[in-house]
Nanobody, 127 residues
Framework: QVQLVESGGGLVQAGDSLRLSCAAS????????MGWFRQAPGKEREFVSA????????YYADSVKGRFIISRENAKDMLYLQMNSLKPEDTAAYYC????????????????????WGKGTLVTVSS
C-alpha cells in the first residue's frame, strides 16, 4: 500500500524556519520524482518545489526560490522541505507528491495526474 505521510508543519512567526518531512512507503521511492505543492484557503493548489530521481536536480516556484530547499534521502525513502524566512503568504497546507513526470515539468502540471499524494501538513505563518 502506497503511503506518503507529511510532518513538521505548525504555527510560526514571520522570519522563522520550518522543516517539512515526507515519509514514503509502498513504491520504489528512488525511481520517482518527488515534490511539494501547497494550497492556501480559498486559493488553487500551487507548485512549490520538485526534485528529480536521477540526479537530484531541483526546481522551485519563484515565490519560494532562495528561501526553500528541497532534498531527498533515498536510503530512507524520505523527502524534505527546509523553509526559511517564512512569510505570512506561505501559510497553506503543504502536500507531498510522487510521480514519474520529470521534475522540470512539475511547475506547469499544477499537480494534476500525480501518481501519489500525501494528506498534507498545515503551515501557518503569523505576521
Amino acid at each position: 500500500q502506497v503511503q506518503l505521510v507529511e510532518s513538521g508543519g505548525g504555527l510560526v512567526q514571520a522570519g522563522d524556519s520550518l522543516r517539512l518531512s515526507c515519509a514514503a512507503s509502498g513504491f520504489t521511492f528512488s525511481r520517482y520524482t518527488m515534490g511539494w505543492f501547497r494550497q492556501a484557503p480559498g486559493k488553487e493548489r500551487e507548485f512549490v518545489s520538485a526534485i528529480s530521481w536521477s540526479d537530484s536536480s531541483t526546481y522551485y516556484a519563484d515565490s519560494v526560490k532562495g528561501r526553500f530547499i528541497i532534498s531527498r534521502e533515498n536510503a530512507k525513502d524520505m523527502l524534505y522541505l527546509q523553509m526559511n524566512s517564512l512569510k505570512p503568504e506561505d501559510t497553506a497546507a503543504y502536500y507531498c507528491a510522487a510521480d514519474l513526470l520529470s521534475a522540470g515539468r512539475w511547475s506547469t502540471s499544477r499537480g494534476y495526474g500525480m501518481n501519489y499524494w500525501g494528506k498534507g501538513t498545515l503551515v501557518t505563518v503569523s505576521s
